[in-house]
Nanobody, 125 residues
Framework: QVQLVESGGGLVQPGGSLRLSCEVF?????VAWFRQAPGKEREGVAC????????YYGDSVKGRFTISGDNAKNTVYLQMNSLRPEDTAVYYC?????????????????????WGQGTQVTVSS
């Protein structure tokens, strides 16, 4: 089983930036970020493949969020810019020991077995 630990959440004003980190302990081939706001369904945010660094994004964050990885540190980052109140949510990173296609799991994450505990992001003035 793979363990994931998120950090970096907090309170930020609209238009501001935050960088989330996801440290991964265990064998994996990629990492995806999801978020869930109260009363809303879980939403795929971004995903990265380890082998070639290819990245994928949810439509609502394209152009504002950037996912990147540091393989030496076993850490994946989510740089979030131009934050909006509607970005407020608990953010989770997830992975699986079995290779998975990013473009599929962002909309259908049921196949991912390993999840972090989540980190709260609040965008408010």
């Amino acid at each position: 089983q793979v363990q994931l630990v998120e950090s970096g959440g907090g309170l930020v004003q609209p238009g501001g930036s935050l960088r989330l980190s996801c440290e991964v302990f265990g064998r994996h081939t990629g990492v995806a970020w999801f978020r869930q706001a109260p009363g809303k369904e879980r939403e795929g945010v971004a995903c990265i493949h380890n082998n070639d660094g290819s990245t994928y994004y949810g439509d609502s964050v394209k152009g504002r969020f950037t996912i990147s990885g540091d393989n030496a540190k076993n850490t994946v980052y989510l740089q979030m810019n131009s934050l909006r109140p509607e970005d407020t949510a608990v953010y989770y990173c997830a992975t699986d020991s079995v290779p998975f296609p990013c473009q599929v799991v962002l909309t259908s994450p049921e196949g991912l077995d390993d999840w972090g505990q989540g980190t709260q992001v609040t965008v408010s003035s």
